[in-house]
């Protein structure tokens, strides 16, 4: 059975919540397109995010151990996988636009420069009299200027929904940066959900990926609400902590704060009555929320990840090491234009040298950045 575009937006106006964002309901796109026949728009929106060359090249791309650590690691790309997995469970149970959602988590990091987190860092610092860099702004100028993929435009010509998703991505450690999408109204619950999909994978995922390595010591995690929740339960804590008592315990956590969020969400829009997406917008802020209970619970999580990890001095090692490359590498490519591959070079004028310096190294896999290194300051390596 052919099931028609009209037949998956009429299933939307049927079983999605009122607050839920409906795809026949998008404020558009910047280059009017004819719709697709069996596909929605958020659904293109999604499929076009993931054939892009910027998606591709997360898979090289730093979380938070350089791709040449190891080869368990997350990388960008699997915590974009996680974030839009996590994403699509809270929108199904909340009743929101589970295509929205998705799209939204996939496009999110598609900004992050090559390692990390230290790699942006270093950018930002770099790029300070020059406009400045945040991978928010990146990944809208990915979508909306630098992939070429159509004749009649740049970018992808996402949906207003999925640009703004980028634009009001706000974690802890990601700041909001809506410019033209209205900033003084909410972010659908879609993008709220992206949201709290991101923080709930990273915190796991590098909690995971730091006693997978040995960095953090499970000793330590007696000083962690959550493992002692997890201790009182399974009564196995006395053991010796292996891989296995490792999975599982960062699967029982996923699903705490997965569960925690939607109970709390769900309550949170009951209580103020939010039964539409205009309701929501005139919020002015996220609605979204874990349990008083959970947030006392993440908070020394989050402090003992940055404490014990993020600082930990092989991190740490990481990063100098990368903040050493991409200095370098910024320095010598404007100091040399000559330096650039001529289709980049020819990018530099009318746009200024330094943003074409800067989006050529931000799009660079760690990989890339350490041959291209390689190649322009070791004699022995062939250019």
Request: aromatic share 10%.
């Amino acid at each position: 059975m052919f099931i028609t575009r009209e037949q998956l937006e009429n299933q939307e106006a049927e079983h999605l919540a009122g607050y839920g964002m409906k795809s026949r309901e998008s404020r558009g796109r910047k280059y009017p397109e004819e719709e697709h026949p069996y596909r929605t728009a958020y659904q293109r929106d999604r499929d076009r995010i993931i054939h892009t060359t910027a998606f591709r090249r997360l898979e090289y791309k730093t979380q938070v151990f350089v791709n040449s650590e190891g080869d368990y690691y997350r990388t960008r790309l699997t915590h974009t996988l996680e974030v839009a997995q996590i994403g699509r469970t809270f929108a199904r149970v909340l009743g929101a636009n589970e295509d929205l959602t998705e799209a939204i988590c996939l496009v999110h990091d598609l900004g992050h420069t090559p390692f990390g987190h230290s790699g942006e860092r270093k950018m930002a610092e770099l790029m300070k009299g020059y406009g400045g860099f945040n991978h928010q702004v990146q990944s809208l100028r990915i979508v909306e200027e630098l992939e070429e993929r159509f004749p009649g435009f740049r970018g992808l010509n996402l949906t207003y929904e999925v640009r703004e998703g980028i634009a009001k991505h706000e974690t802890e450690y990601d700041v909001v940066n809506p410019t033209e999408y209205h900033p003084e109204e909410a972010a659908t619950l879609e993008g709220q959900l992206a949201s709290a999909a991101d923080e709930t994978a990273y915190s796991a995922a590098d909690l995971d990926d730091g006693l997978r390595a040995g960095i953090l010591d499970p000793l330590d995690l007696k000083q962690l609400a959550v493992w002692n929740d997890w201790c009182a339960l399974t009564g196995e804590c006395e053991e010796r902590f292996n891989d296995l008592m490792r999975h599982r315990f960062v699967r029982w956590l996923v699903n705490q704060e997965v569960s925690d969020f939607v109970k709390a969400t769900d309550q949170r829009l009951r209580e103020l009555k939010i039964d539409s997406v205009i309701a929501l917008r005139q919020m002015g802020k996220p609605i979204i929320v874990f349990s008083e209970e959970m947030e006392r619970k993440n908070r020394p999580l989050k402090d003992f990840l940055m404490e014990n990890f993020y600082r930990h001095y092989r991190v740490s090692r990481m990063a100098a090491k990368a903040e050493r490359v991409l200095e370098e590498l910024f320095t010598a490519y404007m100091k040399n234009q000559r330096l650039l591959p001529k289709a980049t070079r020819e990018k530099i004028d009318p746009s200024p040298q330094a943003r074409v310096v800067c989006d050529y190294i931000a799009g660079m896999t760690d990989r890339f950045a350490l041959q291209e290194y390689q190649r322009l300051f070791d004699p022995a390596t062939q250019v």
